[in-house]
């Protein structure tokens, strides 16, 4: 059974960057059946993808290109985890943040962590 | 980047009705189309992927239809856990995006 577990911090001061992180149990960040995302949700913007990373003969990564200039997403083997990191945030990018998990054949998002309300603030 | 817009954005219906949910790609998606519901405080779940293929566990009364740039989501016969915001999906391409989602709300 997949289960994806996301830490830290809800609070980002403005100009900041910020840090999340995605364990993943049962399922491999390395597995070449899917891709790792991330997906954020807030009222102004409803459900909006950010970005995944995936491994296929090497890694890859995609990115929104609203946030192209901001974002790195990295897969960590050693933990099976990936993380999001996104600089120099504003007010804007308050928002619930998710990661999920794509199939990568018929590429579908069938699992998710359970959310993080990030909160922009000084 | 692909729009996906969604109607109606909210609906009422009784326990037992015949509810469909609408979602237009602006291009062709060909049948890349998934449809998820959230419950308050939740992460989406997935219902139906690629069109009309339904998730493992989720009840029969959902189903889905459509190809090209239009497609539904049609629960058969709403039930009281049907409660939900509805929102459709498209994985033809990056960036993966979404509709602007569909509130169910039980009369």
């Known amino acids: 059974q997949v289960h994806l577990q996301q830490s830290g911090p809800g609070l980002v001061k403005p100009s900041q960057t910020l840090s999340l992180t995605c364990a993943i149990s049962?399922?491999?960040?390395?597995?070449?059946?899917?891709?790792w995302s991330w997906i954020r949700q807030s009222p102004s913007r409803g459900l909006e993808w950010l970005g995944r990373?995936?491994?296929?003969?090497?890694?890859?990564?995609d990115y929104a290109v609203s946030v192209q200039s901001r974002i790195t997403v990295n897969p960590d083997t050693s933990k099976n985890q990936f993380s999001l990191l996104l600089n120099s945030v504003t007010l804007e990018d308050t928002a619930i943040y998710f990661c999920?998990?794509?199939?990568?054949?018929?590429?579908?998002?069938?699992?998710w962590g359970q959310g993080t309300l990030v909160t922009v603030s000084s | 980047d692909i729009q996906m817009t969604q109607s109606p954005s909210s609906l009422s219906a009784s326990v037992g009705d015949r509810v469909t949910i609408t979602c237009r790609a602006s291009?062709?998606?060909?049948?890349?189309l998934n449809w998820y519901q959230q419950k308050p405080g939740t992460a989406p779940k997935l219902l139906i992927y690629?069109?009309?293929s339904l998730q493992s566990g989720v009840p029969s009364r959902f189903s889905g239809s459509g190809s090209g740039t239009d497609f539904t989501l049609t629960i058969s016969s709403l039930q009281p856990e049907d409660l939900a915001t509805y929102y459709c999906?498209?994985?033809?391409?990056?960036?993966?995006?979404f509709g602007q989602g569909t509130k169910v709300e039980i009369k």
């Open positions: 999920a998990r794509e199939t990568i054949f018929d590429s579908y998002f069938d699992h």
């Open positions: 999906q498209q994985s033809y391409t990056t960036p993966r995006t």
């Open positions: 990373t995936y491994y296929e003969s090497r890694w890859h990564t």
């Open positions: 049962g399922d491999s960040v390395s597995s070449n059946s899917a891709a």
């Open positions: 690629v069109a009309s």
């Open positions: 291009q062709s998606i060909n049948s890349y």
